[in-house]
C-alpha cells in the first residue's frame, strides 16, 4: 500500500514558477513509477508527465515539454514537478500517482492522491 500527499500548489501570476512535491509512505516506493496528473475544471484528467522508478526515464506531455521537469528523491520517498513559466491554462488541481505497471505515460495508475491546486493568473 503507498499513500501519497500532495503539497506546493497555489496561486501565481503566468510565467512565474511553482514547484509541486508527493511525499510517498511506504518502503517500496523506489519501486514506482510515478506520475502527475491534472484537471481543470470541467475537462478530464490528463498526463503531465511520469518518471521510472530510476530516475533515468522521464515523459511529458508536448503541452508542457520544455516548462515543467518531474524529478524524484528515492532516499525521501518523494517526487517533484517543478513547474516553470505557467500559464492560465495549466490551471487544474495536480495530482501525484504510483505506478507499478510498465506504461507510465497511460492512466493505469495503482496509487492517487489527494491532489493540489494551482491556479495561474493572467
Known amino acids: 500500500q503507498v499513500q501519497l500527499v500532495e503539497s506546493g500548489g497555489g496561486l501565481v501570476q503566468a510565467g512565474g514558477s511553482l514547484r509541486l512535491s508527493c511525499a510517498a509512505s511506504?518502503?517500496?516506493?523506489?519501486?514506482?513509477?510515478m506520475g502527475w496528473f491534472r484537471q481543470a475544471a470541467g475537462k478530464e484528467r490528463e498526463f503531465v508527465a511520469a518518471i521510472r522508478w530510476s530516475g533515468r526515464s522521464t515523459y511529458y506531455a508536448d503541452s508542457v515539454k520544455g516548462r515543467f521537469t518531474i524529478s524524484r528523491d528515492n532516499a525521501k520517498n518523494t517526487v517533484y514537478l517543478q513547474m516553470n513559466s505557467l500559464k492560465p491554462e495549466d490551471t487544474a488541481v495536480y495530482y501525484c500517482?504510483?505506478?507499478?505497471?510498465?506504461?507510465?505515460?497511460?492512466?493505469?495508475?495503482?496509487?492517487w492522491g489527494q491532489g493540489t491546486q494551482v491556479t495561474v493568473s493572467s
Open positions: 500517482a504510483a505506478l507499478l505497471g510498465s506504461r507510465p505515460t497511460s492512466n493505469e495508475y495503482d496509487y
Open positions: 511506504g518502503r517500496t516506493f523506489s519501486s514506482y513509477a
